[in-house]
């Protein structure tokens, strides 16, 4: 008797093109940025077969030099909220700080506390859809295929970084990042993207990412 074996997962391979590791800028500058990704089941960004908003920056203030080198080996962790948000269609339509069709996921944070009655108003509007809660004539479309359970770590991770002043988030599509203007020292650049899978497998989601160094001085 034969087995047929299971086609297996690949990680994506992610790649910090531009700013180089180590480069240096002024307070307040703005920094161009390039992401690649490469991915067997997904494809490659050069070849446009990537949503570049699934690609996601995190910048990330350290306060303290002497933790720089542990945070660039320590394993990346997609936290389970912010996977669900890459896998759905979420940064179609929300950018993290800048304008798109809906509101930011900061705007969200910073008009909603984290509170349990805002936790789950809000579970209920992405699941069932909404419309006119902001004022735009652009309505959300429900989402049938998320359990409450994804959708509530998503919120979650809403409440607990959108706001966060040490951390700054982006995404791929071509833009610039924003230096603070009052923060001066070291600077840690996370670009990471999670893959689709394999349909049809018990294959995981997997994270690829890469990591550098800014320096504001």
């Known amino acids: 008797m034969s087995y047929r074996q299971q086609p297996q997962n690949h990680a994506p391979v992610v790649k910090i093109v531009t700013p180089a590791n180590n480069a240096e800028f002024s307070p307040g500058a703005q920094v161009s940025y390039q992401v690649s ?36 080996n320590k394993p990346f962790n997609d936290a389970p909220g912010l996977a669900v948000m890459r896998s759905s ?6 950018d993290f700080s800048g304008k798109s069709i809906g509101p930011s996921l900061l705007e969200i944070c910073r008009r909603y506390p984290p509170a349990k009655a805002n936790s789950d108003s809000l579970v209920k509007r992405v699941k069932d859809g909404s419309a006119g809660i902001w004022g735009l004539r ?28 040490n951390i700054s988030y982006y995404d791929a599509t071509p833009g610039i990042i924003r230096l603070p203007a009052n ?7 996370t670009a990471s993207y999670t893959d ?7 294959e995981k989601h997997l994270t690829g ?9």
């Open 37 to 72: 990704v490469a991915d067997k089941e997904d494809g490659d960004t050069k070849y446009d077969e990537i949503n570049l908003k699934e690609i996601v920056l995190e910048l990330q203030y350290v306060k303290d030099k002497t933790k720089v080198s542990a945070m660039l």
């Open 89 to 94: 269609n979420c940064f179609n339509c929300h």
């Open 138 to 165: 652009e309505k959300m479309p429900s989402h049938p295929e998320l359990a409450g359970k994804e959708i509530r770590s998503a919120i979650q991770w809403i409440f607990k970084n959108a706001a966060d002043p």
């Open 183 to 189: 923060k001066k020292g070291t600077f840690i650049l």
């Open 196 to 202: 689709h899978g394999i349909k049809n497998t018990t």
């Open 209 to 217: 990412y890469d990591r550098e160094i800014i320096i504001v001085k």
